[in-house]
């Protein structure tokens, strides 16, 4: 589809529980991107992908947070032992190649730690 | 570090006026984006301009790359309440493919 899906839209966890969440990018799209958006404005760079090979991880807290894009299946984005301040929304976007410079983003799942 | 910072913050002007709005970094970018943001969706890119000194029109709406690839600029004429949301300028380093984003506008056009 020419939509980039990501789920579930929203998430609660408790503290220390572990997330994970979900994103299938636009088919035939090679580039994937992981942002965080807090404070409403503010977005994080955090992984992208180039297909199922990581392309650029600098943003990712790595203790924790885990990615993957597996063929033939969604991306993800994994939390480990979540904290209060992981609570934001988290867009996922692609890209057809390193010259397309447009991306399509999804419309996010918000994770609320509690 | 990448910073690309927006002015204003916040805009709320009467259906029927023109608006700019100025994305403004100390880094060059090989390509800067615009989007909209509007509650409980992702962005929606608007445009995208490469060449310093570019000029791109969508309608009502005229966006600028600066000569030096570090600036740009999104003019609204004639607001219309359909354009309230959140204005984010995004840019793309050169030799990097993530994008930096803007600190954001939100406007708000009232009828």
């Known amino acids: 589809g020419e939509e980039v899906a990501q789920t579930p839209k929203h998430l609660v966890r408790g503290e220390g529980q572990k997330a994970k969440l979900y994103c299938a990018p636009i088919?035939?799209?090679?580039?994937v991107f992981w942002y965080q958006q807090v404070l409403k404005n503010e977005f994080k760079f955090l992984i992208s992908f180039q297909n199922e090979n990581v392309f650029d991880e600098t943003g990712m807290p790595k203790e924790r947070f885990s990615a993957k894009c597996l063929p033939n299946s969604p991306c993800s984005l994994e939390i480990q032992a979540t904290k209060l301040e992981d609570s934001a929304v988290y867009f996922c976007?692609?890209?057809?190649?390193?010259?397309?410079?447009?991306?399509?983003f999804g419309s996010g799942t918000r994770l609320t730690v509690v | 570090t990448q910073l690309l910072e927006q002015s204003p913050q916040f805009l709320s002007i009467q259906e029927g006026e023109n608006l700019t709005v100025y994305c403004n970094s100390s880094s060059v970018f090989s390509s800067l984006q615009w989007y909209r943001q509007e509650p409980g969706e992702g962005p929606v890119l608007l445009v995208t301009v490469v060449t310093g000194g570019e000029v791109k029109k969508l309608k009502r709406l005229t966006f600028q790359f600066g000569d030096a690839r570090k600036d740009s600029s999104l003019h609204i004429t004639a607001a219309q309440p359909g354009d309230t949301g959140l204005y984010l300028c995004a840019g793309v380093g050169t030799g990097f493919q993530k994008l930096v984003f803007g600190t954001g506008t939100r406007l708000l056009v009232s009828p």
């Open positions: 976007a692609s890209s057809q190649s390193r010259q397309d410079y447009g991306y399509t």
């Open positions: 088919k035939g799209h090679s580039y």
